[in-house]
């Protein structure tokens, strides 16, 4: 198996193409083996180079709600009466950390990114 580091965005690329043409590969054969070899290699070189910072908590909220199709008053049971839920996606309001929990829990919102200054609040 004749596998080389990936050291630049062409190596990169072509990893990736290489990786496309070995998709259908099957388990436990030369060429599934090579392809789980590639993509760990990819893998690493993304964590490495493409980091991806966590989102702004209230985008994080608004998005999820967009995903699941809730209204802000769904928000109730976690953040508390229609006007807090309105204060916090207008970032008057921070989240607290009983509202992280259960956005947390409730809605599988990573705490990440739900304890993350809001960066309108930050300015």
């Not at 990936?6 to 392809?35: H, V, W």
């Not at 993509?39 to 964590?47: F, G, I």
């Not at 996606?89 to 809605?107: A, G, K, Q």
Request: charged share 30%; no cysteine; glycine share 4%.
């Amino acid at each position: 198996m004749d596998i080389k580091p990936i050291r630049t965005k062409a190596d990169y690329k072509a990893m990736l193409a290489e990786i496309e043409g070995l998709m259908m590969a099957r388990a436990n054969t030369p060429e599934g083996e090579r392809l789980d070899v590639l993509v760990t290699l990819v893998e690493a070189y993304e964590r490495k180079h493409f980091t991806m910072e966590a989102p702004d908590p209230v985008e994080a909220i608004k998005s999820r709600m967009e995903n699941l199709g809730l209204k802000p008053k769904d928000l109730q049971p976690m953040i508390g009466g229609l006007n807090r839920v309105y204060e916090v996606l207008n970032y008057r309001r921070p989240l607290t950390l009983s509202m992280i929990r259960r956005l947390h829990d409730e809605l599988g919102i990573p705490a990440e990114s739900l304890i993350k200054p809001s960066q309108q609040q930050a300015a």
